[in-house]
Nanobody
Framework: QVQLVESGGGLVQAGDSLRLSCAASGRRFSSYAVGWFRQAPGKEREFVAA????????RYSDSVKGRFTISRDNAKNTVYLQMNSLKPEDTAVYYCAGQLGSTYAYTGGYNYWGQGTQVTVSS
């Protein structure tokens, strides 16, 4: 089992950058794939990016590809989401999620979730 805590959200202007962190507690963190999802008001939670346990595999949604980068430091039990060239439509609560196995791009593929961190991008 793993517990996840997100941090790094905030209020920024369009074009700015933010780096989110997902800190994990528990054993065998390097065995867990981690995904980032986001949920805007009135919308369903959507996939953003995911990374395998070894960091050898990553995947991104089309809406963030080329602007966001997911990475991890297993020595620190932390996964990062570097967000560049932010747009107002990136405004959402961002969640990290973990599971043993593949880098799924849907919420049902993940067993463990953090509480979320708010990202607001003003125009």
């Amino acid at each position: 089992q793993v517990q996840l805590v997100e941090s790094g959200g905030g209020l920024v202007q369009a074009g700015d950058s933010l780096r989110l962190s997902c800190a994990a507690s528990g054993r065998r963190f390097s065995s867990y794939a981690v995904g980032w999802f986001r949920q805007a008001p009135g919308k369903e939670r959507e996939f953003v990016a995911a990374i395998s346990g070894s960091a050898g595999s990553t995947r991104y949604s089309d809406s963030v590809k080329g602007r966001f980068t997911i990475s991890r430091d297993n020595a620190k039990n932390t996964v990062y989401l570097q967000m560049n060239s932010l747009k107002p439509e990136d405004t959402a609560v961002y969640y990290c999620a973990g599971q043993l196995g593949s880098t799924y791009a849907y919420t049902g593929g993940y067993n463990y979730w953090g509480q979320g961190t708010q990202v607001t991008v003003s125009s």
